[in-house]
């Protein structure tokens, strides 16, 4: 069954560096998302994607984030220079028309 | 604005009790999806169930039953003969025909389940 797929699952990095979290989405998807869940608290939206262009994007969502769909395949969420509180789950979802969203199993970032 | 809310934050039960996590949702849509996914403790969300505004049939899959009542905007799920397997957190979602494409998932706090042998 296809699935979305996350690397790296653990990334740890120093306050101040830039990261990029990379997701592969279901194949024959065409809406692309990023969530992020602090550690024991809900999962919250940050953007959206769909025909190469955000959609839609949350507060959380400001200058130091962007998102890139750079060929056919990967989807990637740059976080320009980091800070302690982006440390989270971050997930990658997919979809179809359906609004049903496939979610892959995350990215925990540690910023130091 | 949308807005899901789980009371309950943390259940405890027995193996083979049934248990009901209840799901309460606010938005101004007359068209929307509701959804619950399961968070097991390896981390990943794990899709369950969508369910339409449009459609309130109430659905049963194995031990898991949602009960979806407009009136009273509430998506309730019940899990019949709970096993251990079935400890996670479980998240009720909402979104709805916004604007452009964007459909984003509104999540609700989450319901810790504990499911004891």
């Known amino acids: 069954e296809p699935e979305v797929t996350q690397t790296p699952s653990h990334q740890v990095t120093q306050m101040g560096q830039e990261v990029i979290l990379r997701c592969v989405p279901i194949s024959n998807h065409l809406y692309f998302y990023w969530y992020r869940q602090i550690l024991g608290q809900k999962v919250e939206f940050l953007v959206s994607f769909y025909n190469n262009e955000i959609s839609e994007k949350s507060e959380i969502f400001d200058d130091q984030f962007s998102v890139e769909r750079p060929d056919g395949s990967n989807f990637t969420l740059k976080i320009r220079s980091t800070k302690l509180e982006d440390s989270a789950m971050y997930f990658c979802?997919?979809?179809?028309?359906?609004?049903?969203?496939?979610f892959g199993p995350g990215t925990r970032l540690t910023v130091l | 604005a949308q807005k899901v809310t789980q009371a309950q934050t943390e259940i405890s039960v027995v193996e083979k009790e049934d248990v009901t996590l209840d799901c309460v949702y606010e938005t101004r849509d007359t068209t929307y999806y509701l959804f619950w996914y399961k968070q097991p403790p390896s981390g990943e969300l794990v899709f369950l169930i969508r369910r339409n505004s449009f459609d309130e049939q109430n659905e049963i899959s194995g031990r898991y039953s949602w009960n979806f009542q407009k009136s009273t905007s509430s998506f309730n799920f019940t899990i019949t003969a709970s096993q251990v397997v079935d400890s996670a957190v479980y998240f009720c979602a909402l979104t709805s025909r916004g604007k452009g494409a964007g459909n984003m998932l509104t999540f609700g706090g989450g319901t810790r389940l504990m499911v004891k042998p």
């Open positions: 979802a997919s979809g179809a028309q359906g609004h049903t969203q496939y």
